[in-house]
């Protein structure tokens, strides 16, 4: 196997092949990722929910995400890792935004998303581009925004909005951005703006017609339980298997059955 790159996400959807994204914030994970030939992994700032335990995704500064990038770094070989930049980690001015984004390409992410398609954003995407920092662009729902479109609402629900968001994802696509999310969109407006685009969607609660799909890990593999969103399929149930093993391991314990002669020397 060799390292994926960019060119790798255009030629699945030149060829009408579909794109398997997900996310991973430790060296197991990534591992797992890995050699299930996984196309991407994000590292995402879910991570301040998922791994953190924080109400949501305000939390977390770039260097704390510097730190699970380069777990991830380490245990993916193959796979190309996207770093997500945190809230107000690219917000202020192009240079933070450039600045910020190197350092994750310094800690082993092969390519930075950002959230949004403002000036500001659309010229950050093209001065990363041109330094050599590829980017995924993030449309749609946006968790950084949340407190201003007033939570978690579907987006591409009128003509209207829906032509908004495809005007930004064609301005952030001439900007150089490699591809582009897709959250929590109506299905037929993604496909919409799928079809309308030259480089890959990849959604989130936008429907089965985009060219990818990407998912938090420990959602899809029933690892983090707090809350399970209607886009989210249980491929695998850790939580309860996890939950099973520690409580054999307190039990044999408590009866003197672990360890045995097999563990002791
Ligand atoms: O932070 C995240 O995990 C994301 C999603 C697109 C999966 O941004």
Redesign the pocket.
């Known amino acids: 196997m060799t390292k994926k790159n960019i060119l790798h996400f255009q030629k699945l959807k030149d060829n009408g092949e579909k794109i398997a994204l997900l996310?991973a914030y430790d060296y197991s994970t990534a591992k797992v990722l890995d050699e299930a030939d996984i196309d991407g992994i994000?590292v995402?700032?879910?991570?301040a929910m998922v791994a953190l335990g924080y109400e949501n995704?305000y939390n977390i500064s770039i260097d704390e995400m510097l730190v699970f990038i380069k777990a991830v770094a380490r245990g993916a070989k193959n796979s190309f890792i996207i770093g997500?930049m945190p809230f107000m980690s690219y917000n202020l001015s192009v240079e933070q935004g450039l600045e910020n984004a190197s350092k994750m390409i310094q800690a082993g992410a092969n390519a930075v998303?950002l959230e949004g398609c403002n000036e500001h954003i659309l010229e950050l995407v093209k001065r990363c581009v041109e330094s050599g920092i590829p980017v995924l662009a993030?449309l749609g729902f946006t968790?950084q925004l949340m407190q201003t479109i007033g939570g978690h609402k579907v987006q591409g629900k009128t003509r209207e909005n829906t032509e908004k968001i495809l005007e930004c994802a064609k301005k952030l696509e001439k900007a150089g951005a490699f591809a582009v999310?897709l959250?929590l969109m109506n299905s037929e407006s993604a496909k919409y703006i799928t079809e309308n685009l030259e480089i890959p969607t990849i959604g989130?609660g936008a429907g089965a017609d985009c060219d990818g799909q990407?998912?938090?890990t420990d959602d899809i593999l029933g690892k983090f339980t707090d809350f399970k969103p209607k886009f989210v399929k249980h491929f695998a149930n850790i939580h309860e298997v996890s939950l099973n093993g520690v409580k054999k391991y307190s039990e044999e314990v408590k009866k003197g059955l672990f360890p045995s002669e097999n563990e002791s020397f």
Do not use: A, N, R
């Open positions: 996310t994000l995402g700032d879910s991570l995704t997500d998303k993030h968790p999310v959250e989130i990407i998912v938090v």
